[in-house]
């Protein structure tokens, strides 16, 4: 294997500790969490306490103020431990980073050092029953009355939804201007009208609280308003290449993982008085998944190194999120069918791996949008 530069020896101290925080506070409960459909908030609040939830947050607002490297590492081991429950990374590296950008002073100082020490938890709500992949055709309204804007809508498809104590709202502060009338506001639980739909039952990532949510005339204070009045899509684009690459970094890991659980399991199982491993064909799909995720891994490598330096494009971000997670897939579906009827039971990791990976290919913009990005970057207009 080609080795990783990117990661110091205090890099390799902290994933030791989150893989020992996921072996120890999360596998545990992992099963029963998967069948309620929801993790336990005793969790987060374990998270807060070591440090792994909004790790580069500044101090002032209750973070570490560490590199993105250790944002990396905490996505990274969540993947290899094979739990898609838990959505600190949501929390931490789309929700926190909008509210530290984009938030007044205020703002950040009540919310930012309660996610971080996972009091609160966060969420991002932009898809509507109506909206996905078009957000300029989100219905939610925001309409300003006095120091107030009232929310009225709805929105489903959401992460940490159930469990959320904040949300993260985009709606249509002037739905006459389309993109340029759509704004981002941070909307409380706790506020009247704010109400959480049913939690939804998914093919996959069981454990995570994908849930709907409801605003009915919420007032939410003027200054919960995220920078300007009618630039949500402008923040909303300027977030996605880090929001991409995590995607693709997930994949990568999970794709590792799964390519190392079937080595082994192969090399055990015996058919025809044979080990599996000692097949042709087992090892010739081995090779090339092998092969291919290592390819993986060096792009979404240097994908990091250009995040790290502040380059990375949102379509070279688009390039990694469809092709690693396109590969994720294909790896889930060739190292089941190694595994056999046992790679169709829940109790191995690679059954669970292959239902989760199927959204990733949905969420974060679907890989049809990451072409389209990509098709425009190289000149080409979209369909009339
Ligand atoms: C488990 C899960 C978690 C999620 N978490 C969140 C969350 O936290 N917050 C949030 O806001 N949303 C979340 N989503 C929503 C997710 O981002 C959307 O499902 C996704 O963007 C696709 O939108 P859609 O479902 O409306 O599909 P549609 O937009 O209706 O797309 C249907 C099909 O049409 C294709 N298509 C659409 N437009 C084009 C085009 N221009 N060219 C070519 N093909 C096109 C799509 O690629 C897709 O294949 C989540 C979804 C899931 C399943």
């Known amino acids: 294997m080609i080795p990783r530069t990117l990661f110091s020896s205090e890099h390799e101290t902290f994933r030791d500790s989150v893989r020992r925080f996921m072996q120890e506070e999360v596998a545990p409960h992992d099963e029963r969490w998967q069948e309620q459909g929801y993790a336990d908030k005793e969790v987060w609040r374990k998270a807060g306490a070591n440090g792994f939830l909004c790790p580069s947050m500044p101090p002032e607002y209750g973070g570490a103020g560490a590199d993105r490297l250790y944002s990396v590492v905490l996505i990274e081991e969540q993947a290899r431990?094979?739990?898609s429950t838990l959505g600190f990374g949501l929390h931490s590296e789309i929700v926190a980073p909008y509210l530290l950008a984009y938030g007044a002073e205020d703002l950040k100082k009540k919310y930012l050092p309660r996610m971080a020490s996972g009091e609160m938890i966060g969420a991002i709500a932009m898809s509507?029953?109506?909206?996905?992949?078009?957000?300029?055709?989100?219905?939610t309204t925001a309409s300003r009355k006095g120091d107030f804007f009232v929310v009225n809508g709805s929105k489903t498809f959401i992460t940490n939804g159930w469990n959320c104590d904040l949300a993260i709202v985009v709606a249509k502060t002037d739905p006459s201007k389309g993109a340029k009338g759509t704004s981002l506001l941070v909307v409380d639980t706790s506020m009247k009208g704010f109400s959480k739909g049913k939690r939804l039952k998914k093919i996959g990532l069981k454990g995570q609280?994908?849930?709907?949510l409801y605003f009915d005339n919420?007032?939410?204070p003027r200054q919960n308003l995220l920078g300007q009045e009618g630039n949500g899509f402008v923040y909303l684009m300027q977030?996605?290449?880090?929001?991409?690459?995590?995607?693709a970094i997930t994949g990568a890991a999970r794709a590792e993982a799964a390519v190392e659980w079937t080595r082994s399991y192969v090399s055990e199982r015996k058919a025809f008085g044979r080990p599996v491993a000692s097949f042709q064909n087992t090892r010739f799909k081995l090779a090339e998944l092998a092969t291919e995720t290592q390819v993986a891994r060096v792009f979404v490598d240097r994908c990091i190194e250009l995040l790290l330096k502040k380059t990375l494009t949102p379509e070279t971000a688009a390039m990694a999120k469809y092709w690693v997670t396109d590969l994720e897939c294909r790896v889930m579906d060739e190292c089941l069918q190694l595994h056999g009827g046992y790679g169709y039971m829940w109790e191995f990791p690679i059954a669970r791996a292959y239902v989760d990976a199927r959204v990733q290919r949905i969420y974060g913009g679907t890989n049809e949008i990451m072409k389209e990005v990509i098709g425009r970057s190289l000149g080409l207009g979209a369909e009339k």
């Open 128 to 139: 509507e029953p109506g909206a996905g992949s078009d957000l300029q055709s989100v219905k």
């Open 81 to 83: 431990a094979n739990n």
């Open 239 to 247: 977030e996605l290449p880090w929001e991409r690459l995590q995607i």
């Open 209 to 212: 609280d994908t849930a709907e």
């Open 218 to 220: 919420v007032e939410v």
